[in-house]
């Protein structure tokens, strides 16, 4: 039991270790909304790799990481219109989470069902965003 616990401590202190990265890349800004001047953490996309990877890791904002984290708390509506200009990100974990959150709202909200329309999705995006949470 040890084992696990260690290895799992090992594991959040490499992804601790990406916040100065994720700062950089994401310009100090929430990945998602872009909300500034916010408290940011590190978020694993699943599926998540067997060793950490920045590169599955996004920075939220406390409101959008517990949207994302408690699907059941998950709120529809205009608060998440900031996907259609998100989805066109050049980071792909940030277009796979937008474009799983816009296929949430897309049965509600007609702009999210246009929005993923209208994007073009590399195949590893598309493949990634298809891939069970």
Same mark, same amino acid.
């Given at each position: 039991? %040890?084992?696990?616990?260690? @290895?799992?401590q090992a594991r959040v202190a490499t992804i601790a270790?990406?916040?100065?990265d994720l700062a950089r890349r994401s310009r100090s800004r929430c990945e998602l909304c @872009?909300?500034?001047g916010v408290k940011l953490t590190?978020? @694993?996309v699943a599926p998540v790799p067997k060793e950490p990877s920045i590169d599955h890791c996004l920075f939220l904002c406390d409101d959008c990481r517990e949207q994302v984290e408690y699907p059941k708390r998950f709120q529809s509506g205009e608060r998440w219109r900031c996907l259609t200009q998100t989805l066109w990100s050049e980071v792909p974990v940030v277009q796979v989470m937008a474009v799983r959150?816009?296929?949430k709202l897309s049965g509600s909200?007609?702009? %999210?069902? @246009?929005a993923l329309e209208n994007a073009f999705l590399e195949p590893e995006i598309e493949e990634? %965003?298809?891939k069970p949470e």
């Amino acid at each position: 039991m %040890a084992k696990g616990y260690d @290895e799992n401590q090992a594991r959040v202190a490499t992804i601790a270790s990406f916040g100065k990265d994720l700062a950089r890349r994401s310009r100090s800004r929430c990945e998602l909304c @872009e909300a500034t001047g916010v408290k940011l953490t590190t978020f @694993e996309v699943a599926p998540v790799p067997k060793e950490p990877s920045i590169d599955h890791c996004l920075f939220l904002c406390d409101d959008c990481r517990e949207q994302v984290e408690y699907p059941k708390r998950f709120q529809s509506g205009e608060r998440w219109r900031c996907l259609t200009q998100t989805l066109w990100s050049e980071v792909p974990v940030v277009q796979v989470m937008a474009v799983r959150l816009l296929r949430k709202l897309s049965g509600s909200q007609a702009w %999210a069902q @246009e929005a993923l329309e209208n994007a073009f999705l590399e195949p590893e995006i598309e493949e990634w %965003a298809a891939k069970p949470e």
